[in-house]
């Protein structure tokens, strides 16, 4: 009988943008938990949420990088990469969790509404992705690159065209990019979770009359919570999962199976 396959990643290299709050943080301390040292980024003016992330990892007896970083901007991109690769020598594991939203009706919708919204929700994780990936393939020893879609990047829904757009082109550049790299031996999925109970989610939920139109479309009914998701994360980070690449991950509580 062949050895169960691992789900621990020690001593792996992780980053994970946007972990100041949220699902990036809850990925961020369970990937430490997990056995790898962990990369914090957070926007300019956030480092007090990344410091906090930083404490939960350190606490697991893990190293911590805390650096800040913009996904929209090339240049903190590479920046971050330098970083790491200095003062680490390697990344092995990226987690592309920053995002946000503009909630608003395809009518409403600027031009500069859906320019932030793709250049952090698409054109971010691409360029992460990019950069990482070079890292990856000159070092040659592989990597996880895991991209954070949305189930509604798979269904249509309703004030977030633009949302919607770049989860959507998430899902497909995964697709690309773990073809283009397999032969790299590095894995590139996504995950696609439901609607989770994060800061960014809350503010689009003010509304009772809101909160309880999106629960009542969850099967499981209720929204997600970060620890609803990380299980997903670690599966695509391990090593459980060395033969799974080019694939979404769908944690909706059964959202798209109606």
Same mark, same amino acid.
């Given at each position: ?9 020690d001593d792996q290299?992780a980053i ?13 301390n369970?990937l430490a938990g997990?056995?790898a040292?962990?990369v914090?980024t957070?926007?300019p003016g956030?480092?007090?949420?990344a410091a906090e992330?930083?404490?939960m ?9 805390? /650096?800040t970083l &913009?996904?929209?901007? $090339?240049a903190?991109?590479?920046s971050? #990469?330098e970083q790491v690769?200095? +003062?680490w %020598?390697?990344i092995?594991?990226?987690i592309n ?7 608003k009706?395809?009518v409403?919708?600027?031009?500069q509404?859906?320019?932030t919204? /793709?250049d952090? &929700?698409?054109r971010? $994780?691409f360029f992460?992705a990019q950069? #990482?990936?070079?890292?990856?393939? +000159?070092? %040659?020893k592989?990597g996880r690159?895991?991209?954070t879609?949305s189930q ?6 309703t004030e977030?065209i633009a949302?919607?757009?770049a989860?959507?082109?998430?899902i497909?550049?995964?697709?690309v990019?773990?073809?283009e ?7 590139v999925?996504a995950?696609a979770?439901t609607?989770?109970n994060?800061?960014?989610v809350a503010?689009?939920l003010?509304s009772?009359q ?14 997600a919570e970060?620890?609803d998701?990380v299980?997903a ?6 090593p459980?999962?060395?033969?799974v690449t080019g ?12």
């Amino acid at each position: 009988m062949s050895a169960i396959p691992s789900f621990r990643v020690d001593d792996q290299i992780a980053i994970v943008t946007g972990s100041g709050s949220g699902m990036g943080r809850a990925f961020a301390n369970a990937l430490a938990g997990a056995g790898a040292d962990v990369v914090i980024t957070e926007l300019p003016g956030r480092e007090a949420l990344a410091a906090e992330t930083a404490a939960m990892v350190q606490a697991q007896g893990r190293r911590t990088l805390t /650096l800040t970083l &913009d996904v929209t901007q $090339v240049a903190s991109i590479n920046s971050m #990469v330098e970083q790491v690769v200095a +003062q680490w %020598g390697r990344i092995d594991i990226l987690i592309n969790n920053a995002g946000m939203n503009i909630r608003k009706w395809a009518v409403d919708v600027t031009e500069q509404d859906w320019d932030t919204v /793709l250049d952090t &929700d698409l054109r971010g $994780v691409f360029f992460c992705a990019q950069l #990482v990936g070079k890292h990856m393939i +000159q070092r %040659g020893k592989g990597g996880r690159i895991i991209n954070t879609a949305s189930q509604i990047g798979l269904v249509g829904y309703t004030e977030r065209i633009a949302y919607c757009a770049a989860k959507a082109g998430v899902i497909n550049l995964t697709r690309v990019l773990a073809i283009e790299w397999a032969q790299h031996q590095i894995t590139v999925n996504a995950i696609a979770p439901t609607f989770v109970n994060t800061p960014l989610v809350a503010a689009l939920l003010q509304s009772d009359q809101v909160r309880q139109e999106v629960i009542s479309r969850i099967p499981l009914g209720r929204l997600a919570e970060p620890e609803d998701i990380v299980g997903a994360v670690l599966y695509l980070a391990s090593p459980a999962a060395a033969m799974v690449t080019g694939h979404t991950l769908v944690i909706d509580g059964g959202w798209t199976a109606i």
